[in-house]
């Protein structure tokens, strides 16, 4: 990890030429550990992606996709997309790419383009780097509580955060 911070943070468009990269970034072995998640395979990871990419504008999937460059260089993801009839907002930021403040710039850029309120957040109770990113973007805990494993996520305390 460098402890240099990048000195330009930006979103764009996620293109198909940017999904191997997301499923490298996505089958980090101490990513999926902290976050509570399991990679999904190739196959189904590959399907999502061009069902996203084939709506651009998110009117069928809902989902507003995009890649956070710094000073150039991909580094992570971050969309927006429904869940249980709202906005939430996710992302991932590379490994090589933590402890900079990328994600906490990414999410306050993202919030700036997507004006939709109120957006949710869910992040593991473990992972506190996370919970602080949305924090710092005005985002409030409502809920703690134990979510079941699903073929995406392992069975964990997972925080709700709420952005009004």
Excluded at 5 to 24: E, F, K, N, Q, W
Excluded at 44 to 68: M, Y
Aim: with cysteine.
């Amino acid at each position: 990890m460098s402890a240099k911070s990048p000195t330009t943070i930006t979103l764009r468009l996620t293109t198909a030429d940017d999904v191997c990269t997301l499923y490298a970034f996505e089958c980090d072995e101490a990513s999926n550990e902290l976050a509570g998640t399991k990679p999904r395979d190739w196959p189904t990871f590959q399907a999502r992606w061009a069902e996203i990419l084939s709506d651009p504008e998110g009117a069928v999937t809902g989902v507003t996709p995009r890649v956070i460059l710094a000073d150039g260089t991909l580094v992570g993801a971050v969309n927006i997309s429904p869940h249980d009839g709202m906005d939430s907002i996710g992302y991932w930021i590379a490994r090589e790419h933590w402890g900079r403040g990328i994600a906490t710039r990414a999410v306050a850029l993202m919030l700036t383009e997507f004006k939709r309120r109120p957006i949710i957040a869910t992040a593991a109770a473990r992972n506190e780097p996370s919970i602080r990113v949305l924090q710092k973007n005005n985002f409030a805990i409502v809920s703690r509580r134990m979510t079941p494993e699903t073929p995406r996520t392992v069975q964990r305390e997972t925080v709700t955060l709420v952005l009004k």
